[in-house]
């Protein structure tokens, strides 16, 4: 029977990384690493063992792992996470970003590298990797330190630049040149159409999955999250940017829903999956004699990405106002590459734009730095120590200043607060009403004309289409008040005030004129266009006002109770949660915390079949499943081990509950179970004959090897139970000794 080459080649790709990473698991190195290692001892050179027979499949397969990589990526993120990183972290992140590009840049150049080499080193040089980031900071038990923020807050913004960067590198990979028109018009293009895709997104994508809640599984919900991921995909990909973008802006706009824990819960195994083939498939690649050949530009950029990380970071987080202490603490935090370094190196390779020796570097590097950020990491006090010591006291002096006054709160002008409620208005109604002329013009236009053949019939209606939908905006843009007192403070304040806010005003009535008349004129002469604009303005500013006023306070109010969903619910969880600790709620109703043991009989069991309500009285507010918090379960939401569930009910119901949570099922004896030391757990019943006997009768500390830690009976826990206890009915026995002693004890007691 013929196999396809594919299956093979996934079998030989999965259980490499499969045993490789189970190896770097306990050696506690980074996952990625792994992956990497793995694709090089299955790739083409490599001979020892077999290799991969159908590289396109597995590269088609890898792109579709970078795909779900961003989404994943997007799903953590939000638009909402980045506007609360705080100044502090943006002027660190920028000043780092844009030191070590352009030092990368240059770096490459005096190597004697090419320009697309030059500037995509510059490129993966960006961005540091969170993951080893977290796992370092985990290990020296630091990661509640307060400089730790403003890293994770520096990482974000990292994440979101280097979006971006892969835009503009792919643009300038097209022309093989820079021009600065051209890369202007493409920034400005980008951020055109991420304003349109957000603003759709949110106004749409939470309604839909409100209205469709009913009809909703985990199943259906991950099917559906994944199309539009790869919906959103083809999108970007028809107006000219990557699939890794559009992978993320779905991301970031599933990330405003409410929804959006449960999806990130959903698509994690299928991240895992084709992530690991993209690693793999970037192992592939590494040619260890072109590493050797080029040791020496490996540890040239493995010193610039050690020292000119760190000085790039920490002067940002200097010039941010915060102390020498901390700014040192950053700097050596974030002295290694990304894996946004391999994804940005093997699109250089894919675009055929930069040389093969540029990959084995980024790996290089990526792998000497991985192993050197804890030590960094660990080294920030004692060179914080050397520098207080060497430092003129005048210097140490002005930098305490500085940092005294950065950190001083002043009042935010009221000039400010009204400019930018100016520009809020302006720039969000003039890209809603800028993207329907697009979609009147391109799409709607051409429909209306293959189905009517006169060409005045068809310029009115397409106008008139465009005009409609246009015209909630066109109020807004004209009309609406900026409803803040700071407005009201400058105009009763002086009368040089009310100069400038009438000329704003004009300003904003002059660019809704341009827009009408941009969409007239697509179909008319100017002078027709001129006079249909006016009569447009008139209708839209007299005859329909109250009611363009109604319809658009509506749209808005969709789209902000939409936007503030996920932070309203938060917020009743933390009001619930509050309630609980103030003993504030109705009634005798009480709030109790309930981890789900691993070998509960209620675990895999959608919660409209437990029957939780009708059975113990009790409602399930909240789910917390390791880092992913769902708040409000659906009815189908399963179960599943060391879920901690936040349970609503009164004082018996809840002990009740807590009874029936503990109610395990043993696990079956596996002779190649593990046989470490840990905590196990047996039920006292008829069949292992514990009942009526004390601890020190029974002999199950001399048959198990194991110690009785505690006993749970009738809702009630007794920790360290003395040598005499007896056991009852329905005990539950928690012992820590050989998991495989335990299991026989308990097997053959009956």
């Known amino acids: 029977m013929h196999l396809p080459k594919l299956i093979i080649d996934l079998a030989l790709i999965l259980g490499a990384a499969g045993i490789i990473t189970l190896l770097f698991k306990r050696l506690k190195q980074p996952m990625v690493l792994g992956y990497i290692i793995a694709g090089f001892l299955v790739g083409p050179n490599f001979r020892l063992f077999p290799t991969i027979a159908d590289p396109e499949g597995v590269k088609t397969w890898s792109e579709i792992g970078v795909i779900f990589l961003l989404f994943s990526l997007g799903l953590e993120f939000s638009f909402k996470k980045l506007m609360r990183v705080g100044g502090t972290a943006a002027i660190t992140a920028f000043i780092e970003i844009a030191c070590i590009t352009v030092a990368g840049y240059f770096t490459g150049q005096l190597m004697g590298w090419g320009f697309m080499d030059s500037l995509f080193l510059g490129g993966l040089l960006a961005s540091s990797s969170t993951t080893i980031i977290i796992r370092a900071f985990e290990e020296l038990g630091i990661k509640q330190k307060p400089f730790t923020k403003i890293v994770f807050g520096v990482l974000v913004i990292e994440d979101i630049v ?39 997104g949110i106004f749409l994508l939470p309604t839909f999955l409100k209205k469709m809640e009913k009809y909703i599984n985990g199943e259906t919900l991950l099917i559906l999250s994944i199309a539009l991921c790869f919906g959103m995909v083809i999108l970007a990909t028809k107006v000219g940017f990557s699939a890794e973008l559009g992978a993320f802006i779905m991301g970031s706009i599933i990330a405003e829903t409410t929804s959006s824990e449960k999806i990130e819960h959903l698509i994690q195994p299928v991240k895992d999956l084709f992530g690991a083939i993209f690693f793999v498939s970037v192992g592939m690649l590494i040619n260890p004699h072109m590493i050797a050949e080029y040791k020496w530009p490996v540890l040239i950029v493995t010193l610039l990405t050690i020292i000119g990380k760190f000085f790039s970071t920490a002067t940002g987080a200097l010039l941010s106002g915060q102390p020498l202490k901390q700014s040192v603490q950053i700097g050596m935090s974030m002295a290694q590459v990304g894996e946004f370094a391999f994804i940005i190196a093997t699109l250089g390779l894919s675009l055929g734009v930069t040389s093969e020796f540029l990959f084995p570097v980024a790996v290089g590097v990526s792998a000497i730095t991985t192993f050197t950020t804890p030590y960094m990491i660990r080294s920030a006090i004692p060179l914080y120590n050397w520098l207080e010591k060497i430092l003129p ?48 013009v391109y799409y709607i236009g051409p429909l209306i004309i293959s189905y009517i053949l006169d060409p005045l019939w068809t310029r009115l209606l397409c106008v ?13 843009l004209v009309v609406q008040k900026i409803s803040s007192g700071s407005y009201k403070e400058l105009w009763l304040d002086s009368k040089y005030n009310r100069g400038p806010l009438v000329v704003v005003e004009v300003v904003r009535n002059v660019v809704a004129v341009l827009l009408v008349g941009f969409l007239v004129d697509q179909y008319f002469t100017f002078w027709q266009a001129f006079l249909g604009t006016a009569v447009i303005m008139a209708c839209v500013l007299l005859a329909l006002r109250s009611q363009l006023q109604k319809f658009y306070n509506r749209i808005e109010h969709r789209f902000l109770t939409n936007l503030n969903a996920r932070e309203d619910a938060e917020a009743d969880a933390a009001a619930l949660k509050k309630a609980k600790d103030a003993d504030l709620l109705p009634w005798d109703a009480q709030v109790s915390e309930v981890e789900i043991n691993p070998w509960s009989t209620l675990i895999d069991i959608p919660l409209a079949d437990l029957q939780l309500r009708e059975k113990y009285g009790i409602n399930v507010g ?95 826990k007794i920790l360290n139970p003395a040598s005499e206890t007896t056991f009852q009915w329905g005990d539950i026995v928690w012992l820590v000794g050989n998991r495989k002693l335990i299991n026989e004890f308990s097997r053959n007691k009956g």
């Open 162 to 200: 280097v979006i971006l960067m892969m835009v503009l590198l792919s643009t300038m990979a097209v022309s093989r040149q820079f021009h600065g028109v051209e890369m202007l018009f493409t920034i400005l293009k980008l951020m055109f159409f991420l304003a349109v895709w957000f603003l759709a």
């Open 393 to 440: 006291q005048s210097w140490l002096n002005a930098l305490k200043r500085y940092t005294t006054s950065s950190q001083t709160l002043q009042a935010e002008s009221d000039w400010r607060i009204v400019l930018r409620s100016y520009v809020r208005v302006i720039v969000l109604n003039s890209v809603i009403i800028l993207a329907i002329i697009l979609l009147d």
């Open 464 to 476: 008139t289409i465009g005009i409609v939908l246009m015209s909630p905006f066109i109020w807004a």
């Open 622 to 716: 909240a789910i917390k499943r390791g880092d992913v918090t769902i708040y409000a379960p659906t009815r189908d939401e399963k179960l599943f081990p060391y879920d901690i569930l936040s349970a609503i009910g009164t004082e018996a119901q809840l002990d009740e509950f807590n009874r029936v949570i503990n109610n395990l099922n043993m696990p079956r004896h596996d002779d190649g179970s593990d046989e470490n030391i840990g905590l196990t757990s047996i039920l006292v019943d008829e069949h292992n004959g514990l009942k009526g006997q004390t601890i020190r009768n029974s002999g199950i500390r001399e048959k198990t090897k194991a110690l009785v830690v505690g006993i749970a009976r009738n809702g009630e």
